[in-house]
């Protein structure tokens, strides 16, 4: 296959019979800043390319599992935009997924974590989503963490929202799932982005990053809110340098997205359009991975 087709995209036909190397997504977390993995997805589309494989972590499972159920990237965004353009649907929504009843929510008094992740991912997600692994059109992975086991948990069959939902579960926003017995919670705790699980799977691994980091004025004191997110964001950027010390995916995106808070859900146009050059970038990397397996002849 001519190279020049990874720039004309609409070629998906051509590259399932072509032999060119596959490839692999591991979509990371990292809260409203994963609104970013749809550039990402929206480039692979034009491409014609249709990963193999697919592994996620937060929203980087929610994501990943809209791509693996056949979704397109601008269905995604259309769809991610129409959801969380107006916030009286947006507070509508969450209010149907409240705990039922008033007993609930304050037995005990008010906690932190009240919300159930489950019930927010079903007022949110679209009616016809997929509820199993086996629906999937893409064989997915997804992590979450196992919390009393103090370590990450990889779930790949039987029920996905549930395993999605657990993946999702920030701590302090949302009680933690219940999977097999065990308590699980956000798969951006353990592995923020989760390539190494596609390791053997793939010619070429793309891993994306949307942690970003905590930002503001260095003369600002922080607000609690931004310290516990901004403590959590610094300690899974750790685990991401100690994990590209061992080993490199072949393409490692950072889009720009420090500027917003894991919660800025209203933001999704804005993180849309600031973290656009992702695209560019994809684009150039697959180009010359493409270039470089066509001239050796791999793939």
Same mark, same amino acid.
């Given at each position: 296959?001519?190279?020049?087709?990874?720039?004309?995209?609409?070629?998906?036909?051509?590259?399932?019979?072509?032999?060119?190397?596959?490839?692999?997504?591991?979509?990371?977390?990292?809260?409203?800043?994963?609104?970013?993995?749809?550039?990402?997805?929206?480039?692979?589309?034009?491409?014609?390319?249709?990963?193999?494989?697919?592994?996620?972590?937060?929203?980087?499972?929610?994501?990943?599992?809209?791509?693996?159920?056949?979704?397109?990237?601008?269905?995604?965004?259309?769809?991610?935009?129409?959801?969380?353009?107006?916030?009286?649907?947006?507070?509508?929504?969450?209010?149907?997924?409240?705990?039922?009843?008033?007993?609930?929510?304050?037995?005990?008094? &008010?906690?932190?974590?009240?919300? +159930?992740?489950? #019930?927010? !991912?079903?007022? /949110?997600?679209?009616? =016809?989503?997929? $509820?199993?692994?086996?629906?999937?059109?893409?064989?997915?992975?997804?992590?979450?963490?196992?919390?009393?086991?103090?370590?990450?948990?990889?779930?790949?069959?039987?029920?996905?929202?549930?395993?999605?939902?657990?993946?999702?579960?920030?701590?302090?926003?949302?009680?933690?799932?219940?999977?097999?017995?065990?308590?699980?919670?956000?798969?951006?705790?353990?592995?923020?982005?989760?390539?190494?699980?596609?390791?053997?799977?793939?010619?070429?691994?793309?891993?994306?990053?949307?942690?970003?980091?905590?930002?503001?004025?260095?003369?600002?004191?922080?607000?609690?809110?931004?310290?516990?997110?901004?403590?959590?964001?610094?300690?899974?950027?750790?685990?991401?340098?100690?994990?590209?010390?061992?080993?490199?995916?072949?393409? &490692?995106?950072?889009?720009?997205? +420090?500027?917003? #808070?894991? !919660?800025?859900? /209203?933001?999704?146009? =804005?993180?849309? $359009?600031?973290?656009?050059?992702?695209?560019?970038?994809?684009?150039?990397?697959?180009?010359?991975?493409?270039?470089?397996?066509?001239?050796?002849?791999?793939?």
């Amino acid at each position: 296959m001519r190279n020049d087709l990874l720039l004309n995209g609409n070629q998906e036909a051509d590259r399932k019979s072509s032999g060119d190397p596959t490839v692999a997504v591991a979509f990371g977390g990292g809260g409203a800043r994963g609104f970013a993995h749809i550039h990402v997805i929206e480039v692979l589309n034009e491409l014609g390319i249709r990963p193999v494989a697919i592994s996620g972590a937060s929203i980087g499972a929610i994501m990943g599992t809209a791509m693996a159920s056949g979704m397109t990237g601008s269905e995604i965004r259309a769809y991610t935009l129409a959801t969380l353009g107006k916030r009286s649907q947006v507070i509508s929504r969450i209010w149907r997924a409240r705990p039922s009843g008033v007993g609930n929510v304050f037995s005990g008094g &008010f906690r932190l974590g009240q919300f +159930s992740i489950e #019930r927010i !991912l079903a007022a /949110f997600l679209p009616e =016809d989503f997929p $509820t199993t692994f086996e629906e999937l059109d893409i064989p997915t992975k997804v992590v979450v963490t196992d919390f009393y086991a103090q370590q990450e948990a990889v779930y790949s069959s039987g029920d996905l929202m549930n395993a999605v939902a657990a993946s999702a579960a920030i701590p302090a926003l949302f009680r933690p799932v219940l999977l097999d017995g065990r308590y699980m919670i956000d798969g951006g705790i353990s592995n923020p982005v989760p390539f190494d699980h596609l390791e053997g799977l793939a010619d070429i691994i793309i891993g994306v990053d949307v942690v970003g980091g905590p930002g503001g004025d260095d003369g600002e004191r922080p607000s609690t809110t931004d310290l516990m997110f901004g403590a959590s964001q610094l300690m899974m950027q750790s685990i991401i340098t100690m994990k590209l010390k061992s080993g490199r995916p072949d393409v &490692f995106l950072r889009p720009d997205v +420090s500027r917003f #808070r894991v !919660l800025d859900f /209203f933001k999704a146009d =804005d993180v849309l $359009t600031v973290s656009a050059g992702i695209r560019e970038e994809l684009k150039h990397a697959l180009d010359a991975i493409f270039t470089y397996h066509i001239k050796n002849g791999e793939g």
